[in-house]
């Protein structure tokens, strides 16, 4: 007896105790919480996995342990997350905490010894002591360390067992948000060879209007669809205090009060972020930076983010003719709700022309390796899952140019996204060996930027990777990284000294870079955002005089510059 009522008490405490400990994070500023990023934002080849907290513009916040825990990885990266410090706690989530400018003291001598061990600024480990901190513990200051564009704290919680992402804002923390999500387009797009959008083959934008939750089309707008087409909603939410751009919650698309197509951002994967490329209208994206979200999925799409009343992918085919209507609700996670309310009609036949069939040079799968060969000079392999539907490629070939060592090929075009790399190969010959050492690919975005690739040769061809299609040609690295002092660079050292070098490389790119003091290897932090690397010689012990400070940068291709200066 005794012992079941133990049972039953223990059963009753463990349950409460998890349910209690899910909503009892603290949060991880001692200021007010404002932010600039929210859970599943829509980014440039990922959706945001965490919270942006605003750090009141300026570095050096207290950023304190959300929970009792222990230091699982600590990373440092001149990119991502910059510096970056996770805890497992024992309620079944890790916190992260990115872009610090450093960690505290305790933390910081463990990364030290494992920087100095490796050799490298750029680490990324589990500690093999323990390091144990408490609720609301101070674990690091904020900065703007990475890929941050500004002062701030990336926040994210992960359920501990798979690593995935979960919406910190579904935790309770102090975050005022009492304003809808606004709504500024919705975009209608073609999902067979025949399709017509108001008469024409094309995906089309329909400009919508409203505040305050109640948004309606443009008034005379008119849409006439012929054929299965899907629907996509541009949609940007904002939080109570500063007009940042925020990511919705929910999305879910009625059509004559039966759900077509319904999503919910609870939780993300690693895995499958990419995907993301699939789930925005991504030509518009990149074109124009719109946040329009599909209502129907790709074949390739694999985001675990729908429910299960979405219906036929979310593929709309009306075959008779009639007015329907439409309803889109989009919700933050707050539950502030905006609604858009229109009608369309389908017809039974079509309304104009029916396109006409397009010219390609190769029909890819997209659940099958695909090859494409132009003979002697140019072959492309597509493997499976990197394209989210099939594709009828393009393919052209310009004449080479005096400053290229291959003609210039056109692989389709960049506003069809990759999820994974395609590989290249591109023949020339007759360059000499000193020659071949250096080159690399050019990849030409539709802007025209470019940017360059590494690779190697088999024999006469040149092979290397991509994660976008685009314009490709061959050309050489011949340049060594400049290095310029940005401090000085004479007169004493010491443990507190922090020097900084401006490093630049004009093709292949920045690829090694370490200082030596008196042959000894010294800790140097590379910002690829300012262009720049700080020598800091902590805990090197300068001499009193004749020390030599030796700097090496090498690019992609292996050019190399070293620079000795006297202190
Ligand atoms: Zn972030």
Redesign the pocket.
Known sequence: MKNKLFFFLSFLYFTAFSQDEIADFGAPLDIPLYLS?NFAELRSNHF?T?I?IKTQGVEGKRVLAAEKGKVSRISVSPYGYGLALYLEHPNGYTTVY?HLLKFSNEINQVLRQQQYEQESFRVDFAPDSVIQVEKGELIALSGNTGGSGGPHL?FEIRRTSDSHPLNPLKFGFDIKDDIPPRIRGVRLHPMSDSTLINGKHEAKSFVVHGSNGNYHLKAGSKIEVFGAFGMSVHSLDYLNGYPNKCGLYEVHLSVDDETICRQQFDELDFATTRHINAYKAYDVYRTNRWHYHKSFIEPGNELEIYLPETKNKGVINLVKSGMHQANYVVKDAYENISTLDFTFETLAVPNGPLPEAKTYDAYFHFDQENTFTYPEEFKVVVPKGALYQDLKLNFGREMPRAELLSARYSLHNDMVPLDDYIEIGISASDLSDELRDQVLAAQYSTTGHASYITGNWTGDRFEFKAKSFGKFALVADSLAPDVTPLTRTSGTLSDNTVLRFRIEDDRSGIASYAAYLNGEWVLTAFEPKSKAISVIFEGTNPNPSGNELRIEVGDAVGNKTEKIYKF
């Open positions: 990023g945001h965490g942006d990115g990336h």
